[in-house]
């Protein structure tokens, strides 16, 4: 006989849930973000120059550059490739929406394939989708995960185009040594509440000196800075381009936190995999599939369950799970009516520019229509997804009582 839920009346795993800090932020950035400020420069300077440094070295790559937000970094990967109106750029439907946004901006076209259990894109897919319009893959290693980056590399190698890495989830994620993004062309983060966390922010990066000059132009409105590509022309805006810099203030924490990030993400993935095993042997539950080599770092751990075998949606087995005191959520992009971003109003009205349906009519005898798009594998993994937020503050006993609360609810909706 099962014990009673908490979402029924009963008493809850946890009583008094704790609210446990999402980073360790202390003395030290206040210290150099004070700096800062006394100095009386805050603008872009020595500090973000200085950011950018130690974050390429530390990814070993090239080129970092520092951009406000992960929505801009991805915007500046795709600007960087200097696209065509109209050009189709591959991607998932799974991720946020400022995965999409600056290809749209650029005028480009989302073309969404279905994703594999790694909830990240299917190269078989990916493969099946590329035509004469293609011009980059833009992969999301969703949730901390890598996708199957090698076997898109060898696709865009062989069809040459370019492979773009959204890794605003993944950062510090490795792929048997090889860290999230650096077998991209061209990768962004975002430094907005993930495993880096500067309120905002993101990062752009890439090995590519021709992709790099085009990007550190774009996100600086494509003016002739000191030291960039364009030293020396006459002050002047070159191209179209935004002003995505970020400021000393930002660049200065960035800096304190890069050293601590690594203590965030040893330990969420202590904590999301004692969190796995001990639900290890449930079997109406899945854990999002890792490929053998790659280092999840869990910004979030997602799992699917068996909604036939419990006889509940997804979302009901997270409020009862939440209900005992640990936050679990339903499916990510709340699919199926909202999710995937196919869904989205911005692409199945579609609502992009006035009563325009461009760019999805640009070049083509029949616009693209987003209603009618269907993704199979995605839509049947992730309408039965369940996730849950890590921390690296948790304790033992929270992620024992993590797995308590999961282990009382599947046994009383198995019983139901
Ligand atoms: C996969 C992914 N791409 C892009 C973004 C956009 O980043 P930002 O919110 O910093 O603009 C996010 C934000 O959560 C994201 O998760």
Not at 281 to 303: C, F, S
Not at 380 to 395: T, V
Request: charged letters at 20%; a negative charge; glycine letters at 10%.
């Amino acid at each position: 006989m099962s014990e009673k839920l908490a979402i029924d009346g009963g008493k809850p795993i946890i009583s008094e849930p704790k609210n446990w800090p999402t980073h360790d932020f202390g003395e030290d950035d206040v210290k150099a973000v004070s700096e800062v400020i006394n100095s009386g420069s805050i603008g872009k300077g020595p500090q973000v120059g200085a950011f950018q440094d130690e974050f390429a070295k530390r990814y070993g790559v090239k080129y970092a550059i520092a951009v406000n937000s992960g929505t801009s970094a991805m915007h500046t990967c795709v600007a960087a490739m200097n696209p065509n109106p109209g050009d189709e750029i591959i991607t998932t439907a799974w991720t946020s929406g400022g995965s999409i946004l600056g290809l749209l901006l650029q005028n480009c076209v989302p073309i969404f394939a279905d994703i594999d259990d790694t909830m990240c894109l299917d190269p078989d897919d990916v493969e099946r989708k590329i035509t004469s319009k293609t011009k980059a893959i833009l992969v999301v290693n969703l949730f901390g995960n890598i996708a199957n980056v090698r076997e898109l590399r060898k696709i865009a190698d062989k069809h040459g185009i370019y492979l773009i890495e959204d890794c605003c989830q993944s950062h510090f994620s490795e792929d048997n040594g090889i860290t999230a993004g650096s077998l991209a062309d061209i990768a962004g983060l975002s430094f907005g509440g993930k495993h880096l966390n500067l309120g905002g922010g993101g990062m752009v990066y890439t090995n590519n000196t021709a992709l790099w000059e085009r990007a550190i132009l774009f996100h600086d409105a494509a003016l002739p800075r000191a030291n960039g590509p364009a030293e020396g022309k006459p002050y002047a805006n070159y191209f179209l381009a935004p002003n995505y810099k970020i400021n000393d203030i930002m660049g200065a924490m960035g800096r304190v936190q890069l050293k601590k990030v690594d203590g965030y993400v040893d330990s969420k993935i202590r904590s999301a995999t004692n969190i796995i095993n001990g639900l290890s042997d449930i079997e109406e539950i899945t854990p999002q599939a890792v490929r053998p080599g790659v280092k999840h770092t869990y910004w979030t751990l997602n799992m699917s369950i068996d909604t036939d075998a419990l006889k509940c949606t997804a979302d009901e087995y997270a409020d009862a799970v939440a209900a005992e005191g640990v936050p679990f959520s339903g499916p990510y992009l709340g699919t199926p009516e909202h999710g995937p971003l196919y869904r989205n109003p911005f692409l199945a009205e579609p609502n992009l520019y006035g009563n325009s349906r461009f760019p999805l009519d640009y070049n083509r005898e029949t616009p693209i229509d987003y209603r009618k798009w269907n993704n199979p594998h995605g839509e049947e993994l992730m309408s039965k997804g369940i996730a849950f937020s890590m921390q690296p503050s948790f304790d033992e006993e929270y992620v024992g009582q993590v797995i308590e609360a999961n282990r009382k609810v599947v046994t009383a909706f198995r019983e139901r």
